[in-house]
Every structure is written in C-alpha cells, then in structure tokens.
C-alpha cells in the first residue's frame, strides 16, 4: 500500500508557473507508474499526464502539451507536475494517483489504485 500526498497548489494570474510535488510513502515506489488527474467544479476527473515506473515514458492530455511536464525521482519517491503558460480553464484539484496495475500508466482512472487528497490550483486571468 502507498500514501500520497500533494503540495505545491495556489493561485497564480494566467501565464505563470506552478510546480505540484506528489510524495509518497513506503519503499516500492519504483513499482508504480504515476499519474496526475484534475477535477473542476461539476465535472469528472480528467486525465492530464502520466509517467511509467522508471520515468522514462510519459504521456499528456492533449491541452496541456508542451505547457505541462511530468517527472518522477524514484530515490525520494515523489512525482513532480511543472505546470507552465497556465490559464484559466487549468483552475481545478489537482490529484497524484498510483497505478501497480501497468507499467507505464493510463489515463483512466480506473487504473489507479491509490489517490492522495488533491491540491488546489487557482489561475486567475
């Protein structure tokens, strides 16, 4: 079993930075390919990248390409969201999730067998 949890949220105007950490417990982290999701409000969780277990896949909701990037270091068991060029429409909660089921992650929910609490990320245009 692995504990997550988020840090890193806030509110930034439209254009800036923000980098949301995802750290988690136990020692077979390497095990688990990782993924961020959002929530906003009234809607569902949507998938916004994933990392395979070394680090050395990766895959991005189409919006978020080339604004957003996933990374992982395995010796400190955390997973890092650098989130740049944000807007508006990224204003949601922001949650790490742990997938033991595939290597290299989805974008399913489903697939995920352990979530942390979510993190706030507010962009203000």
């Known amino acids: 079993q692995v504990q997550l949890v988020e840090s890193g949220g806030g509110l930034v105007q439209a254009g800036g930075s923000l980098r949301l950490s995802c750290a988690a417990s136990?020692?077979?982290?390497?095990?688990?390919?990782m993924g961020w999701f959002r929530q906003a409000p009234g809607k569902e969780h949507e998938f916004v990248a994933a990392?395979?277990?070394?680090?050395?896949?990766?895959g991005y909701l189409d919006s978020v390409k080339g604004r957003f990037t996933i990374s992982r270091d395995n010796a400190k068991n955390t997973v890092y969201l650098q989130m740049n060029s944000l807007k508006p429409e990224d204003t949601a909660v922001y949650y790490c999730?742990?997938?033991?089921?595939?290597?290299?992650?989805?974008?399913?929910?489903?697939?995920?067998?352990?979530w942390g609490q979510g993190t706030q990320v507010t962009v203000s245009s």
């Open positions: 999730a742990a997938n033991s089921k595939t290597y290299y992650g989805g974008s399913s929910p489903r697939e995920y067998d352990y």
């Open positions: 990392i395979s277990r070394s680090g050395g896949s990766t």
């Open positions: 136990g020692r077979t982290f390497s095990s688990y390919a």
